[in-house]
């Protein structure tokens, strides 16, 4: 799908969009780690070095600092980036502007619509866009960015998924993200494998390695985000096939199960299920991460956000993966699913609005985009287009090479605002074998016609 065309379906899907729901950086396993700061001693001297050299450019020239005793509160339900970048970028904002970041960590929505439906917004939030974006009423805390200079440096993608009803409530947190298929090269040339360009080309692959003893999948149903990888990540697919699906999927004129598209998207991922390692229901994704790297497991279907955790966890064995889309029955079906980057939000309602602008024109700028990658190397595309400066790795040119043919598609949840809570659930039990990609269709669109009806639509 060429980016022009991808373009006319975001413009044709004029509705509340919202980022993804249960995916994407917000909900990972390592939400804790996050938090953790530069100064812990698991942080090397290469990094301390960086947070010193940005900070010195990001002071003011006159030494003053604007908002000296200002104290921000941020909570910061978001996994996108690697532990303590946050922190070090936000030091480099408080050593710029004058104020403190008060930073506190986030692993459940709960937690987030409750601290808002009790008056105790932060004044800054790092949170999904997308659908769960719209579910939390937007208009009623944040502030209106639609109408400011940033926001027209804002590709469609993401000013799209960050606004509710017309209106910009967010900024990119940053790079957007890929989901797609990790394969290691070794076992590829073991077994003279090739890199699949159609779905049966991939099957072949794991039949081959499920002969050779080798787990042809590495899953981990248990964790909600991954369960769901095999399904949301193949929207491409759908698109391509139905380049209307998301608008009439949200008017109720069509669904899953009674669309060719929309069924063939659940039937690839049952299709997948005799090539899960055999402990799919019990291991976690790190676990995974490991049987890859030392050549257990033929694939991984994960995020491009991953790359740099796993460069810096595995070092030179970042080397043995190769990336690519999850292949669509033909060559022309397959490109990459993308995830718009989370957003943060400024609380309207504040006493120290006029210090979360700053912040918010800052982190957007190319001096904000700077200091972010200064502290680990982007796989995905900026929305501002900005670019990060040096030398990325093979692995991620492989990742950004859909971006630069413009063979991408956004996920679902960017172009409806209807997603069904269950989808987990529904995703682990087809992934355990459970049930049948039919009766998983059908019991997804009667979840999502519950949230549809609870938001007003499919009546």
Not at 33 to 57: F, H, I, L, R
Not at 434 to 459: F, I, P, V
């Amino acid at each position: 799908m060429k980016r022009k065309k991808l373009t006319a379906l975001l413009l044709a899907s004029a509705m509340a969009v919202v980022t993804f729901t249960g995916c994407g950086g917000s909900n990972s396993t390592q939400q804790a780690d996050d938090q953790k700061t530069a100064s812990e001693g698991s942080e090397t001297e290469k990094n301390d070095s960086q947070v010193e050299t940005s900070k010195e450019s990001g002071k003011e020239q006159s030494g003053d600092k604007q908002f000296e005793g200002v104290t921000l509160t941020l909570l910061n339900r978001s996994s996108a980036t690697p532990k303590g970048v946050l922190d070090q970028a936000c030091a480099v904002a408080e050593e710029k502007f004058g104020f403190k970041i008060d930073i506190e960590p986030c692993e459940e929505d709960n937690v987030v619509k409750t601290r808002l439906a009790t008056g105790d917004c932060p004044d800054l939030l790092i949170y999904n866009t997308g659908s769960l974006l719209s579910s939390l009423n937007p208009a009623e805390y944040f502030i209106d960015l639609t109408n400011t200079d940033m926001a027209k440096t804002f590709d469609d993608a993401f000013s799209q998924a960050a606004s509710v009803d017309g209106v910009l409530y967010g900024i990119p947190q940053c790079d957007s993200m890929g989901a797609g298929v990790y394969y290691n090269k070794e076992l590829y040339k073991q077994y003279n494998l090739e890199v699949p360009k159609t779905w049966d080309e991939f099957q072949s692959n794991l039949k081959t390695l499920k002969e050779a003893g080798v787990t042809g999948v590495g899953t981990a149903l248990k964790d909600v985000v991954y369960a769901q990888l095999p399904f949301l990540a193949d929207n491409y697919q759908i698109l391509h096939d139905e380049p209307d699906f998301a608008k009439e999927f949200t008017a109720g004129n069509i669904k899953f199960a009674d669309s060719k598209a929309g069924l063939r998207t659940w039937e690839r991922y049952e299709e997948l299920v005799p090539y899960f390692n055999e402990d799919c229901a019990s291991v976690t994704i790190e676990e995974i991460a490991e049987r890859i790297f030392s050549n257990e497991c033929g694939h991984l279907i994960n995020f491009s956000n991953q790359i740099p955790t796993w460069s810096e966890t595995y070092g030179d064995d970042i080397n043995k993966l190769g990336f690519f889309a999850l292949p669509g029955d033909t060559q022309e079906q397959t490109g990459l699913t993308i995830w718009p980057s989370n957003g943060i939000y400024g609380n309207k309602n504040s006493e120290n609005v006029e210090a979360i602008q700053a912040f918010l024109d800052w982190y957007a700028s190319d001096e904000g985009m700077d200091t972010l990658t200064s502290f680990y190397t982007p796989a995905g595309g900026f929305h501002t287009g900005y670019e990060p400066k040096g030398e990325s790795l093979d692995l991620i040119k492989e990742v950004q090479a859909y971006y630069t043919e413009g063979n991408t598609a956004p996920a679902l949840e960017y172009l409806t605002p209807i997603k069904g809570a269950n989808c987990p659930q529904i995703c682990s039990e087809i992934g355990s074998g459970q049930t049948t990609a039919k009766e998983a269709a059908e019991a997804y669109d009667e979840d999502c016609k519950k949230a549809a009806m609870q938001l007003g639509m499919w009546n």
